[in-house]
């Protein structure tokens, strides 16, 4: 079950990383939602650093947490329409 773990976290973390290289924010966004699109990321940021944090230390389970979290707000930017992307398999696309 430790092995399934870890391999459930290094390809989490992997997906995340490269949704994180693809992402965009969507063009001649209003300073508000430009501002909320640059938060979105900030928080994707933050719960990466997080994971890997956990990753280090061992504590596996959070570190997925983390992880999936981290995808979560690039998703939820995406389907607000506030960060683009294009690619179906690493996005939930509206």
Same mark, same amino acid.
């Given at each position: 079950?430790?092995?399934?773990?870890?391999?459930?976290?290094?390809?989490?973390?992997?997906?995340?990383?490269?949704?994180?290289?693809?992402?965009?924010?969507?063009?001649?966004? /209003?300073?508000? !939602?430009?501002?909320? @699109?640059?938060?979105?990321? %900030?928080?994707?940021?933050?719960? +990466?650093?997080? #994971?890997?944090?956990?990753? /280090?230390?061992? !504590?596996?389970?959070? @570190?997925?947490?983390?992880? %999936?979290?981290?995808?979560?707000? +690039?998703?939820? #930017?995406?389907?607000?329409?506030?960060?683009?992307?294009?690619?179906?398999?690493?996005?939930?696309?509206?």
């Amino acid at each position: 079950m430790q092995n399934e773990l870890k391999e459930k976290v290094k390809k989490y973390r992997a997906l995340t990383e490269r949704a994180l290289e693809e992402i965009e924010l969507m063009k001649e966004l /209003e300073e508000k !939602d430009e501002k909320i @699109a640059k938060d979105f990321l %900030s928080m994707c940021k933050n719960y +990466l650093e997080d #994971g890997k944090h956990f990753q /280090e230390t061992g !504590d596996l389970l959070t @570190a997925l947490a983390s992880f %999936s979290y981290s995808h979560a707000w +690039l998703d939820a #930017g995406v389907r607000a329409k506030l960060l683009k992307a294009e690619d179906d398999q690493l996005f939930t696309l509206p």
